[in-house]
Antibody, heavy 120, light 110 residues
């Protein structure tokens, strides 16, 4: 069955960096885009960007340009989200999601979420 | 890219129907058919309930239906049930190949 398994919760200090992983299984990894979506405590969903696991090309929301990097490792079917220069308002649950819409953003499977807490 | 506009909250009684609106602009919802809706229960992962404006994934109840007119998409839930109480989010593809979510709507079943 399709699964997206994310890495565990992280606690970081302001200014630090963190790398969240998302390991896909149960389907052909290079077939579908993977997106990252975050949700701050008590807030709504926010699209961060996506990566094409086949070619590695990425698109980032303007808000996150320069602050995030998405990469993939086809040998392990894993996508990574690098967050740099963390601030307290980056505290959120970060989700990866599989896109069956060819970039159109139809997320049929989601990871379980990774809580990143940023606090001094 | 500004978020799509959704009502903060809606409510209805069991058995009734409710509609949640999602308003965008010409750079997103108005000119693209890539509209989807998600249901999220507290503490849970979002669940895809509508995509391509009107299509229900396998296993999603036919009480959920979607539509779009101009720059507004809508999610209708008929025959409200207690289990429908959740947050609902719309999403649209945008002109610069990005995505945008609505701010979310909290549905209360009275």
């Amino acid at each position: 069955q399709v699964q997206l398994a994310q890495s565990g919760a992280e606690v970081k200090k302001p200014g630090a960096s963190v790398k969240v992983s998302c390991k896909a299984s149960g389907y052909s990894f290079t077939t579908y885009y993977i997106h990252w979506v975050r949700q701050a405590p008590g807030q709504g969903l926010e699209w961060m960007g996506r990566i094409n696991p086949s070619g590695g090309d990425t698109r980032y929301a303007q808000k996150f340009q320069g602050g995030i990097t998405m990469t993939r490792d086809t040998s392990t079917s894993t996508v990574y989200l690098d967050l740099s220069s963390l601030r307290s308002d980056d505290t959120a649950v970060y989700y990866c999601a599989r896109d069956i819409g060819g970039g159109g953003g139809y997320f049929d499977y989601w990871g379980q979420g990774t809580l990143v807490s940023v606090s001094s | 890219q500004s978020a799509l506009t959704q009502p903060v909250s809606v409510s209805g009684s069991p058995g009734q129907s409710i509609t949640i609106s999602c308003t965008g602009t010409s750079v997103d919802l108005s000119n693209y058919g890539y509209v989807s809706w998600y249901q999220q229960h507290p503490g849970k992962v979002p669940k895809l309930i509508i995509y391509d404006v009107t299509t229900r994934p396998s296993g999603v109840s036919n009480r959920f239906s979607g539509s779009k007119s101009g720059n507004t998409a809508s999610l209708t839930i008929s025959g409200l049930q207690a289990e429908d109480e959740a947050d609902y989010y719309c999403s649209s593809y945008t002109s610069n190949s990005h995505l945008v979510f609505g701010g979310g709507t909290k549905l209360t079943v009275l």
